[in-house]
């Protein structure tokens, strides 16, 4: 008999997460066995209502985008928290453990809450299913179980706002049944492009479904085609649009001089335009290393700045404080020092291109270099790699053991030698091939780990000789 059937008293967060894992899960999914008509809203709103709607309980900031939203989803809920105010915080994927993923100003959601959450939430889903089992149908995902429990988390402890990142696009994302006060789309590139679309219109036009009517949205677009999905969603919803390059603009400048110093964050030249009135530059410093950073930090200004109208007051020393302070796993993380190893989620073109712009300085400085890969077989894995060909004497290639995306070594060796390394190396587990990459780089060079999410998990859990 399923837990969620059982004396929910006796329910523990194994029993819980069992159950959790058995359930559909999107993130862990094949493409190809995703089924057409599979996503969609209306099986999440019947959940909600099912457990007494908590997401009417406290308004949203709702971010989507290809990259950046989790960045920017953090540096907003610190803004919120440094100035004082209570703040639900709903990321995704997770790094190391499941309660990352729902946070009250930073601190993960405790085991007993998280399963006090479940207790109230495996019922209603135990019934959909049997709903659905006699119509042959699916019932709730994993990650709308994941959604459902955070919004009851935060309904429960009473929280002012929280700050939500959508999972995968956002129309028909679970996370788009909250209630916003404001949206934002950090940038769009192509990624998951087997469920969004194959063109960056489709992609644009899978984000924008989170824009409500006359919702505020603020936009780190900078592809001319996408803005012009996001531009002309905005205007049918009459929500106010605020652009960057248009209406503020982002400048980014590397702190201190060495190569290391491509690790310690940067600083941020934010500035708005208005019409007709010259305005001072707003300087800060920001804590997350990379260009990238300035962008997403410029749409977190952006944000605070709107949020004041909504009676979130948030001083600039409270803006400036989070933002230097805040900072994210497996985002430009450095593991140990020699070698010199660090490892990101870059996990698509986009994202390779951006980090290898941040490391610039230390593989200028550091040699031998060499990359670890893995990566999800549904991603360009062989123009994530080019992005990566001339800047690395050795390239890892490996597979995580904890999804089933995962690309296999032949399919990884085979992009290699088409992306020009014509010798890479495979290893069978993220541990092995951070041992070679580290036998590789010798104590004097440098390691980089990118391609996945699921790669930086397994692997930031290895311990690194110094």
Same mark, same amino acid.
């Given at each position: ?39 969609? *809203? ?5 959940? =909600? ?22 960045? !920017? ?6 803004? +919120? ?90 129309? =028909? ?12 789309? @950090? ?11 194959? @063109? ?62 491509? +690790? ?30 300035? @962008? ?10 709107? +949020? ?7 001083? =600039? ?5 989070? *933002? ?30 951006? +980090? ?28 994530? *790699?080019?992005?990566? !060909? ?77």
């Amino acid at each position: 008999m399923p837990p969620s059937r059982k004396d929910q008293s006796s329910l523990t967060r194994a029993v819980a997460l069992a159950w959790l894992d058995r359930r559909i899960n999107y993130e862990r999914a094949i493409p190809q066995k995703i089924s057409a008509g599979t996503f969609g *809203l209306a099986r999440m709103r019947r959940l =909600l209502a099912a457990i007494g709607a908590p997401q009417q309980h406290f308004p949203v900031v709702h971010v989507a985008g290809t990259k950046g939203k989790g960045s !920017t989803v953090a540096m907003i809920a610190a803004i +919120l928290a440094e100035a004082g105010h209570t703040v639900g915080r709903y990321m995704s994927p997770h790094v190391h453990n499941l309660e990352e993923r729902i946070a009250i100003n930073d601190r993960a959601i405790s085991a007993s809450d998280l399963v006090n959450a479940f207790r109230h939430v495996m019922p209603a889903v135990d019934a959909m299913d049997r709903i659905a089992e006699k119509r042959n149908t699916n019932g709730p995902t994993w990650f709308e179980i994941m959604t459902a429990i955070a919004m009851v988390h935060f309904a429960r402890k009473k929280v002012p706002i929280a700050v939500i990142e959508t999972g995968l696009g956002g129309r =028909l994302d679970a996370t788009n049944t909250a209630q916003p006060i404001l949206s934002i789309i @950090t940038s769009i590139s192509l990624d998951h492009m087997a469920t969004l679309g194959t @063109t960056i219109e489709q992609i644009a036009a899978e984000k924008a479904g989170i824009i409500k009517r006359g919702c505020t949205v603020i936009s780190g677009v900078n592809n001319g085609a996408a803005s012009d999905v996001i531009a002309a969603t905005a205007r049918r919803r009459r929500a106010p649009l605020l652009q960057l390059e248009k209406d503020f603009q982002a400048e980014h400048r590397r702190y201190g001089t060495g190569p290391l110093t491509a +690790l310690a964050g940067g600083e941020l030249e934010f500035r708005r335009s208005v019409p007709g009135q010259a305005t001072a530059p707003l300087r800060f410093r920001i804590g997350m290393p990379g260009r990238h950073q300035a @962008t997403n930090a410029a749409l977190a200004v952006m944000a605070a700045q709107q +949020l004041g109208a909504h009676g979130f007051h948030l001083p =600039l020393p409270a803006i400036a404080r989070a *933002l230097q302070k805040v900072h994210l796993p497996a985002r430009i993380e450095t593991l140990c020092q020699r070698p010199l190893v660090v490892v990101d989620a870059a996990h698509n073109v986009a994202s390779m291109q951006a +980090l290898i712009e941040t490391l610039e300085p230390i593989l200028a400085a550091f040699c031998p270099r060499v990359l670890v890969f893995a990566a999800s077989n549904d991603k360009q894995i062989e123009a994530m *790699l080019a992005a990566a !060909t001339d800047q690395f004497e050795h390239v890892v290639v490996t597979r995580y053991a904890t999804n089933p995306r995962a690309a296999t070594l032949q399919r990884l060796t085979e992009a290699c030698i088409q992306a020009g390394w014509p010798q890479p190396h495979a290893a069978h587990s993220p541990q092995e091939a951070l041992h070679l990459a580290q036998s590789l780089a010798t104590p004097q060079g440098f390691v980089c780990i990118a391609g996945s999410f699921f790669l930086a998990s397994e692997i930031g859990s290895y311990p690194s000789t110094e």
